[in-house]
């Protein structure tokens, strides 16, 4: 049974008419607390209470509850509150928050969860980080080497900051927090794709795409105990749809960003400065290792791994302490459309090295057919790459002998 919300107000005690600490600030910066919620009734109302010690501009999006969240909510008349039916999911909450936020006049929301994890204290945080980075996404890094941290939290934070560091190139100590800081206004006006959790992997990747520095602040996190914990999470479903969505994001990446990155750099200034310092201004790197980051780039941009040349030799180039910046630029040889060259000299170079006639007949595909020009473009791909990243490396020392000082 359903209390009333006079009886709701007085056990939580929210008749409380003190100055929220920091509403200054958050009116000074045109910013709201974001809170998505879904039949979190048990903790929602510590939560509210505890977060109005703050600020009164608070924006809750009740995504579809159906236990007493509504009535709760209800007892608090200065927030704003949005509900609808059915549950539609974190992200749609989160999208339709953003959209609120904009049209309120807001520049800024930051997001919390309504299960009590985040700590309403580290909101001066994000408040204070803005004053150092106006127009950044953040997102709030929690300790995850914590007392009752699960398991599969742990490793689906390091998997997903994997697929964020290979789609943008930006590492990220938490890409999973829920605690983050997002300006709301060039978020609002786009279109996405996700509506689940996914969506909060979607989002920073996509703001990166489009220039909004992602960044990560400190946070603390609460973690109860595994028979206190009320989670949402579907683990096979939930991790399915967030390893499709970066599968897609990958190939955009690859057949998109990453492209237009490269001729932006190359058609800038900025960019030309940046290859010229690569190469020239570090003293303190040799000759032979900057020539053998630009060589190996080139290897990893064209050996026959496609699709996971940058999530394999990332790694490698740190493994062997490589210029990055000299790496990734080099491995950009195999950028849409040189791609199709790639590819094709890969093939030509395997049938020359098996001898086999250069031929192909879509009439008369058959499944041999397929197996020997498979196999003749992976032995022609890496020995193409492996040809290809010696010549880089011997090109890129000779130039660096020439014109640049010895140590």
Same mark, same amino acid.
């Given at each position: 049974m359903r209390k009333p919300i006079k009886e709701i107000?007085?056990?939580f005690g929210m008749m409380d008419n003190r100055q929220p600490l920091y509403e200054a600030d958050f009116i000074r910066h045109k910013a709201c607390v974001l809170m998505p919620t879904y039949n979190n009734a048990t903790t929602i109302a510590s939560v509210v209470k505890e977060l109005l010690n703050y600020t009164s501009q608070i924006i809750i999006v009740n995504d579809g509850s159906t236990d007493d969240t509504e009535a709760i909510l209800a007892a608090f008349p200065q927030l704003k509150v949005i509900s609808y039916r059915p549950n539609?999911?974190?992200?749609?909450a989160l999208r339709t928050g953003i959209r609120e936020a904009a049209k309120a006049g807001y520049q800024y929301a930051i997001t919390i969860d309504s299960d009590g994890q985040h700590y309403p204290k580290d909101l001066v945080v994000f408040l204070r980080q803005l004053d150092e980075t106006p127009g950044a996404l953040m997102v709030g890094a929690r300790n995850m080497d914590q007392e009752n941290v699960p398991g599969k939290s742990?490793?689906?934070?390091?998997?997903?900051?994997?697929?964020?560091w290979v789609n943008t190139g930006i590492s990220l100590p938490d890409t999973q927090?829920?605690?983050?800081?997002?300006?709301?206004?060039? *978020?609002? @006006?786009?279109r996405w794709f996700t509506r689940k959790y996914e969506f909060e992997i979607e989002v920073i990747v996509r703001a990166s795409w489009s220039g909004i520095p992602v960044i990560s602040v400190p946070v603390s996190v609460y973690y109860p105990k595994p028979e206190e914990r009320i989670s949402h999470f579907r683990p096979f479903k939930d991790f399915t749809r967030i390893s499709i969505l970066n599968t897609v994001l990958v190939l955009i990446a690859l057949l998109y960003i990453k492209p237009r990155d490269f001729i932006r750099m190359l058609g800038s200034k900025d960019g030309w400065t940046a290859i010229y310092r690569a190469l020239f201004v570090h003293p303190e790197e040799s000759n032979h290792h900057k020539a053998a980051s630009v060589g190996f780039g080139v290897f990893m941009g064209i050996v026959p791994i496609w699709g996971f040349q940058l999530a394999v030799g990332i790694p490698l180039?740190? *493994?062997? @302490?490589?210029?990055?910046?000299?790496?990734l630029l080099a491995a950009n040889i195999s950028i849409f459309p040189f791609t199709a060259f790639i590819l094709m000299a890969s093939l030509a170079t395997g049938k020359i090295i098996l001898d086999q006639p250069w031929s192909f007949d879509w009439h008369s595909l058959s499944l041999e057919q397929v197996k020997q020009d498979g196999a003749a473009f992976f032995l022609g791909g890496t020995v193409l790459s492996i040809i290809s990243g010696a010549i880089a490396y011997l090109f890129t020392y000779a130039i660096l002998m020439l014109s640049r000082p010895r140590r």
């Open positions: 107000a007085s056990h539609r999911g974190k992200g749609y742990s490793f689906g934070n390091r998997f997903s900051n994997f697929w964020f927090s829920g605690y983050r800081l997002y300006p709301v206004q060039p *978020l609002a @006006r786009k180039a740190i *493994l062997f @302490r490589l210029n990055k910046a000299l790496f």
